[in-house]
């Protein structure tokens, strides 16, 4: 049975299990976008509503809101709950919602629940964490929960999946009207307050009161009502005198003196309430202000270990099949321009890519066990004193440390951070952490000038310098920082609280996911960009203005007429493509990029890069295919170690041109998707550009510093 579009809401708060449960109930039937109107991140996916038979009811859509404490915003992704729950003409507004609440900090949590309860939408209250709260040594009575909150409350674990079948009867029997809750309001309103609501319910043709208060304290936040609707509140809160902060303060007492019982009630202690032993053994040392960075060290240190000590073998058989594959399809097709460009355009191109799959696939996946164990919150708490010395608080790690993955949602994540001030410096400096898409560069790189040898016995060279770039970008985004902090001027208070969950084992199927997300989105998005790119780039280096490929071919086969065949066709590949648009154009910003010890080639490379930064090496493949220096099909790291500089005869890629290009690429502004979303999330373009301009600065001089010295 289809859904007739009916969407179900999950609403929680943060760490409470609600996206692990989100991914449990939708599997690979996921999609992500952006909320209808704003540029918060959506989640969504088909949800199959089954009932205890595992027999299909339904098909439905779930809709993952995002984390919060309350229906009241501290962030921009919080606006978002509201602005849907509030708006029976969004698009997302659910028939259902159900609420994911950690059974082991129920009162907490319930505050959530009464506020959702009270806007008059059918709930299903979701008890997580019951493993948590177990070993707590609390129990949580989930039938006398139902009975006093008056609606249906089941007991899950999202992480295995626990009660989903219980789950899934609940929201049927809601849905079909079966159990109608006898609604209950945890918040009476004042005389005042019911007569301004009687007011508001009239003009806006509400039925409810909570949400008519809604109107009152956020209808600011409201994206669905038009200026004079505002206004005309503004007049009503003036009209009765309504205190925002009185009322606040006041709801929230009175929500608790009504939840307090409820919970004496459902929930019983057996002994004292402390955390797990292993949490508290744990966080003597992760959260300790010494051994605190030390251990945080040794795991960045391990996983760029892991980069290249797990994903060589796999890169090496994908490299050479590969260049397997490109010599087959050479073969097969008849000599011409479609082979040229399918073999050496597009293949080749695409071939600098996939080769780095195992190295994305590992950094992804450890970097969702270290979110998923709970260890990145310890990050976040015990880096705030850090960050605030660069203008900075503890959640500024959470889109630094995104950054590592890409920039584009690093940049979207610094709405969680309440204050103005901080969040902008966070969206200057993200660009400055190295995102995955650098990695392929710094790999090749690296792998030219590094030696696999062992440092210790154990540490691997390579792994050691991949970690001093990021720690080198690292150190540039908190440098940038505090620049920054000295020229913007603070304009509201700072201030950092963050719950810090449990550790859990990793749940290994949304790890997997996570990995498999990662890849599918690297390769496709990546691989769009580069086929365009690869294919733009072979018309613009096969083909040249007027006949000057044609001249500069006829001189080089006059020049080597009594040199072997072999070299006869190589100089003639690389005269053509030095006189193409490309080598053209190349030659052309040549000059401003030489003092870095880059050439030509490598100038169409840097630019071509700027629409994705994973494209360097898949353009490098391209042009070093067209170039033909050699007959034989071969890898990339071989095309770049081949390379000779036509000036010195010596090797292009020397240490000083590579680690040239590794620190320019370790402060360059990241891609142009970077930039648009800086521009999306400052509303104009008075900081992308001062961005681009500061970042671009940064790496010349620092690319032209390292080249001269090591020169």
Same mark, same amino acid.
């Given at each position: ?361 590992? +950094?992804? =996946? ?6 998923? $164990? %709970?260890?990145?919150?310890? *990050?976040?708490? @015990? /880096? ?7 203008? +900075?608080? =503890? ?6 440390? $995104? %950054?590592?993955?890409?920039? *584009?949602?690093? @940049? /979207? ?299």
């Amino acid at each position: 049975m289809k859904s007739e579009n009916i969407k179900i809401a999950l609403v929680g708060n943060p760490n409470a299990g609600k996206s692990t449960l989100f991914n449990a109930l939708t599997g690979l039937r996921q999609k992500t976008g952006n909320f209808p109107g704003v540029t918060v991140e959506k989640k969504s996916g088909t949800y199959n509503l089954k009932g205890s038979g595992n027999q299909l009811i339904r098909e439905v859509t779930l809709v993952d809101l995002p984390g919060t404490y309350s229906i009241y915003p501290k962030s921009k992704d919080e606006t978002v709950v509201m602005d849907i729950l509030a708006n029976p003409k969004h698009p997302d507004f659910p028939s259902v919602i159900i609420v994911v609440a950690d059974a082991s900090n129920l009162q907490r949590n319930l505050l959530l629940f009464t506020e959702i309860n009270d806007l008059g939408i059918p709930a299903v209250l979701a008890l997580n964490m019951l493993d948590v709260a177990s070993s707590m040594n609390l129990t949580v009575n989930a039938v006398q929960l139902a009975m006093q909150l008056k609606v249906p409350v089941v007991r899950i674990n999202a992480r295995t999946g626990e009660g989903i079948v219980n789950l899934n009867d609940a929201v049927s029997q809601v849905l079909d009207q079966k159990f109608k809750p006898a609604l209950t309001y945890f918040y009476e309103p004042t005389e005042n307050e019911g007569k301004l609501i009687e007011e508001v319910k009239s003009y806006y043709h509400l039925d409810n009161d909570y949400v008519a208060l809604q109107y009152v304290c956020q209808h600011d936040n409201f994206s669905f009502l038009e200026q004079p609707a505002r206004v005309k509140l503004d007049g009503l809160i003036e009209k009765y005198g309504f205190d925002e902060n009185h009322f606040l303060a006041t709801e929230t007492i009175a929500r608790y003196e009504k939840i307090k019982p409820i919970v004496s009630k459902a929930v019983k202690s057996e002994g004292g309430i402390e955390p797990p032993y292993w949490t508290r053994k744990l966080d003597a040392i992760l959260l300790h202000p010494f051994w605190g960075y030390v251990t945080f060290i040794f795991v960045l240190l391990v996983i760029f270990q892991a980069i290249f000590a797990w994903a060589s073998y796999p890169m090496d058989l994908i490299d050479a099949g590969t260049a397997a594959t490109i010599e087959w399809v050479k073969g097969i097709l008849p000599e011409g321009v479609l082979n040229d460009l399918i073999t050496d355009g597009i293949l080749a191109g695409i071939g600098g890519i996939i080769i780095f799959i195992p190295q994305i696939a590992i +950094l992804f =996946g450890l970097v969702a066990i270290l979110e998923e $164990s %709970g260890y990145m919150a310890r *990050v976040m708490v @015990i /880096m705030d004193k850090l960050m605030r010395k660069f203008g +900075l608080n =503890g959640r500024s790690v959470v889109p630094l440390i $995104s %950054g590592v993955a890409c920039a *584009v949602p690093a @940049i /979207m994540t610094t709405r969680s951070i309440s204050s103005r001030y901080e969040r902008l410096i966070t969206i200057l400096v993200t660009p400055l952490m190295s995102c995955s898409a650098r990695l392929p560069i710094f790999a090749i790189l690296i792998a030219l000038v590094v030696p696999s040898t062992k440092v210790f016995g154990i540490l691997n060279m390579q792994g050691l310098v991949l970690l001093g770039l990021y720690f080198l970008g690292l150190v540039g985004a908190l440098l940038s920082a505090w620049l920054l902090s000295l020229f913007l001027k603070r304009t509201e208070p700072s201030y950092f609280m963050l719950e810090v969950p449990t550790y859990k084992l990793p749940r290994w199927g949304h790890v997997g996911f996570t990995m498999y997300e990662s890849v599918k989105s690297f390769v496709f998005e990546a691989g769009k960009i580069i086929m365009a790119i690869s294919i733009i780039l072979w018309v613009l280096a096969s083909y040249g203005p007027g006949d000057k490929m044609e001249a500069a071919a006829a001189q080089a086969q006059q020049q080597m007429a009594q040199k072997p065949q072999e070299q006869i066709d190589a100089a003639i590949a690389s005269a053509r493509l030095e006189n193409s648009y490309a080598g053209s154009f190349g030659r052309f910003i040549e000059p401003a990029i030489r003092p870095l010890g880059y050439d030509w080639k490598i100038g169409i490379a840097l630019l071509a890069s700027f629409a994705a930064r994973e494209v360097f090496v898949g353009t490098m493949a391209t042009i070093y295919s067209i170039s033909g220096d050699t007959e034989d099909v071969l890898t990339v790291k071989q095309r770049l170690i081949q390379e000779k500089n036509p000036e010195t005869g010596g090797p292009m890629y020397t240490p000083a041109v590579c680690y040239s290009l590794l620190i320019f690429y370790v402060f360059a502004m990241m891609c142009m998707s970077t930039i648009a979303v800086v521009y999306r999330e400052t509303h104009g373009w008075k900081w992308p550009m001062i961005q681009l301009a500061y970042l671009t600065v940064l790496a010349y001089v620092s690319a032209f510093a390292v080249y001269q010295l090591m020169s």
